[in-house]
């Protein structure tokens, strides 16, 4: 029996048919082999500002960038009249030096002069004393046979115990000469060298700080000081958007978490380019979920936790702009 046209053409299609059916699981099996190990999340480029200020008051004398300038760390933001502290710095400089003096003169000890002049001191005393004796001795006798009176004598006795006390104030500051210095007096000085150190730096570098230097790569967010103002340690200069590096902040599924570690090459693409990507690495996975149900109860639930993860990327063309969704593909994780 000779089938109909009509039949003919129906079972054409049916043939087509399971050959498409057929081709087509070849081909999703090659897809689903070909997509095994990928695994795609989606993020954020990081928002991260930083507000720059000077460490040191004063008087703005120099504002030089704009809004929207490019900088490497370094580069000079703004600077200070900094007169005011060029003399504070000369003054600690000056106070430095004297101190550093008088040290080298403990250290040193007396002069040669100093301690002869003093040894003669000591010889002119003594021979006053000798003198100052035998006259009290002689009054002494005389008074005895009254050849003279009670207040000549009190005046030679009085004349000897001057005398004597001289001669003791020579000896004594004669063997403190020679001796030089006392230790405690040095160590005293050393300290006082050392405060007067302290300050010389302090003073150094409040004068450095009088200049602002960008501490990062990035761009000039906002400029919020002009020319002239006056500022207080720590008020705002400017903010500025970091930009190096690239921060990426993405979020995995519990389940898919063991799937990835960190240093683990990636690839950002971002909307506005979809032809092209960017490498980057796995930087940092949370140590806890975020997004946390209070209790975790069924498994449902469970696999709806998620982790997040810091991406560092790489932007050579300066493509990503913070707050920009992006997506991330980690091949080889399984």
Do not use: C
């Not at 993405?250 to 990507?277: F, N, T």
């Not at 498994?299 to 998620?306: A, G």
């Not at 300066?318 to 091949?331: A, E, H, K, L, S």
Request: glycine content about 6%; hydrophobic content about 45%.
């Amino acid at each position: 029996m000779t089938a109909s046209p009509q039949r003919k053409t129906l079972l054409r299609a049916l043939v087509l048919l399971v050959l498409a059916m057929a081709g087509y699981g070849v081909f999703s099996g090659l897809l689903m082999q070909k997509d095994a190990g990928r695994l795609t999340l989606y993020g954020n480029v990081d928002i991260r500002q930083l507000d720059v200020a000077f460490r040191v008051g004063g008087r703005i004398s120099k504002v030089l960038v704009e809004e929207g300038e490019e900088l490497r760390a370094g580069d000079i933001l703004a600077e200070l009249d900094d007169e005011p502290l060029r003399q504070i710095h000369a003054a600690a400089s000056a106070n430095f030096a004297m101190q550093e003096a008088v040290l080298l003169k403990f250290e040193r000890g007396y002069r040669a002069e100093e301690v002869a002049q003093a040894e003669a001191a000591v010889i002119g005393a003594r021979a006053q004393a000798d003198h100052a004796l035998q006259e009290f001795r002689r009054i002494e006798r005389l008074r005895a046979s009254n050849a003279v009176s009670q207040k000549d004598f009190d005046s030679a006795k009085a004349a000897f115990v001057d005398a004597g006390a001289g001669l003791k104030a020579a000896t004594e500051n004669y063997a403190k000469l020679k001796s030089g210095y006392q230790k405690e007096d040095v160590d005293a000085q050393r300290a006082t060298l050392a405060a007067a150190k302290a300050q010389l730096d302090q003073a150094r570098t409040s004068l450095d700080d009088a200049v602002l230097k960008a501490p990062q790569d990035g761009v000039v967010l906002t400029r919020v000081r002009e020319a002239g103002a006056m500022i207080q340690p720590g008020q705002t200069v400017y903010t500025l958007s970091l930009t190096r590096p690239v921060w990426i902040r993405a979020y995995v599924k519990q389940p898919k978490l063991g799937l990835i570690k960190p240093g683990m090459p990636v690839r950002v693409a971002v909307d506005s380019a979809p032809e092209k990507s960017w490498p980057g690495t796995v930087g940092f996975i949370a140590p806890r979920a975020e997004f946390t149900p209070k209790s975790v109860e069924t498994q449902d639930v469970r696999d709806n936790l998620v982790y997040r993860i810091r991406v560092i990327a790489e932007d050579p063309e300066n493509v990503m702009r913070q707050g920009m969704p992006v997506t991330v593909t980690i091949d080889g994780a399984h």
